[in-house]
């Protein structure tokens, strides 16, 4: 079992950055590969972004690409969501997801990943 804990949501400004981290313990931390998904209010759960178990291997939606950045701390047994240029579609509850997985492939699909956290809030005003 991987439990994961997701925090840093919060009300900023559009333009503003934002630091997301998901904190995880249980299980060997490096072996699984992470995820950021959010939801919306109205739309269905999206894939953000993901990390390989190595953190070598990263994937973006293109909504995303070029403004968000994933990395992980395998010591900290955190990964981190950096967002910058955030505008107001950016609103959602943010969600860390983790599969236990030593592949370079990363899954955008929801049912691939077995634990999922509670979410943070992030909103981006105008």
């Known amino acids: 079992q991987v439990q994961v804990v997701e925090s840093g949501g919060r009300l900023v400004q559009a333009g503003d950055s934002l630091r997301l981290s998901c904190a995880t313990s249980g299980r060997t931390f490096s072996n699984y590969a992470l995820a950021w998904f959010r939801q919306a209010p109205g739309k269905e759960r999206e894939f953000v972004g993901g990390i390989s178990w190595s953190g070598i291997n990263t994937a973006y939606a293109d909504s995303v690409k070029g403004r968000f950045t994933i990395s992980r701390d395998n010591v900290k047994k955190t990964m981190y969501l950096q967002m910058n240029s955030l505008k107001p579609e950016d609103t959602a509850v943010y969600y860390c997801?983790?599969?236990?997985?030593?592949?370079?492939?990363?899954?955008?699909?929801?049912?691939?990943?077995?634990?999922w956290g509670q979410g943070t809030q992030v909103t981006v005003s105008s």
């Open positions: 997801a983790a599969r236990e997985s030593l592949e370079r492939t990363i899954y955008t699909a929801i049912v691939r990943y077995n634990y």
